[in-house]
Nanobody, 117 residues
Framework: QVQLVESGGGLVQAGGSLRLSCAAPGRTLSTYAMGWFRQAPGKAREFVAT????????YYADYVKGRFNISRDNAKNTLYLQMNTLKPEDTAVYYCAAKGVITWEHWGQGTQVTVSS
């Protein structure tokens, strides 16, 4: 089991920015494709962005494309999500995940992002 720990969430005004981080203490993430997901109150968890193991390929949900940027530093064993031009509808708990052969196998506990209007 890979323990993932998110950080960087908080309260920000609409139009502001936050950077989320995801680390795996004592474990390497370099062999995993990684992703960010989010879950707003009363809604299902939804995909935000993903990045392949070496960082050369990224993919974004349409509702964050052009505003969010996913990246990774394998030397630091850390995944990032830079979130710009935040909107109130971005308010959610954000989770990082590591992908196994087929499915997203390892999940963090989440970090709360709240965007005020």
């Amino acid at each position: 089991q890979v323990q993932l720990v998110e950080s960087g969430g908080g309260l920000v005004q609409a139009g502001g920015s936050l950077r989320l981080s995801c680390a795996a203490p004592g474990r390497t993430l370099s062999t995993y494709a990684m992703g960010w997901f989010r879950q707003a109150p009363g809604k299902a968890r939804e995909f935000v962005a993903t990045i392949n193991w070496i960082g050369g390929q990224t993919y974004y949900a349409d509702y964050v494309k052009g505003r969010f940027n996913i990246s990774r530093d394998n030397a630091k064993n850390t995944l990032y999500l830079q979130m710009n031009t935040l909107k109130p509808e971005d308010t959610a708990v954000y989770y990082c995940a590591a992908k196994g052969v087929i499915t997203w196998e390892h999940w963090g506990q989440g970090t709360q992002v709240t965007v005020s209007s």
